[in-house]
């Protein structure tokens, strides 16, 4: 999803410290590209290098010139990673929803499966008398992952 983010106007472009940041998490995940520690290690000052490493990378591990089938599915599995995460705990529900929501939902037309983690990622930013309950929606963020990674949800979306 960077990199096509960054064919978009400047402004809309990921900075280079985001570039460098994904670098970290892809070594995190496991990812092997040979330019991936360099584009990791860049320090504060080398940060300039970062998209000509970020493009090294992205052609060492296959993913240019990136299509629309792609992104799609990049979107898809982003949305997966996320659900994930907020079921195992590692990414507070709340956070979760609205990244599926802004990052893969809103990109992906608003698909059926991810329905009920938009409505909740909605129902936070919607003006209220009260403010809602954070544990509350918490729990049903939760609930809404773990429906959305059950088996029978992922045959009913198209790439």
Do not use: C
């Not at 052609?59 to 659900?83: F, V």
Request: glycine share 4%; aromatic share 6%; proline share 8%.
């Amino acid at each position: 999803m960077a990199a096509a983010d960054l064919a978009m106007e400047p402004w809309q472009r990921p900075s280079d410290a985001y570039l460098v940041q994904l670098g970290l998490d892809a070594l995190m995940a496991d990812i092997e590209a040979p330019s991936l520690p360099l584009l990791a290690g860049l320090a504060r000052g080398e940060h300039p290098r970062a998209r000509e490493l970020f493009d090294l990378v992205l052609e060492e591990l296959g993913l240019l010139p990136l299509t629309s089938e792609d992104l799609a599915k990049a979107r898809w599995t982003a949305a997966q990673w996320w659900a994930g995460q907020i079921v195992a705990g590692q990414l507070d529900p709340i956070h979760g929803a609205k990244l599926i929501y802004q990052e893969s939902a809103a990109e992906l037309d608003y698909p059926d499966t991810l329905q009920p983690i938009v409505d909740l990622a909605r129902a936070l930013d919607l003006p209220n008398d009260q403010p809602p309950d954070q544990q509350h929606i918490r729990n049903r963020v939760t609930s809404a992952a773990r429906d959305f990674l059950a088996p029978e949800a992922h045959r009913n979306h198209s790439l």
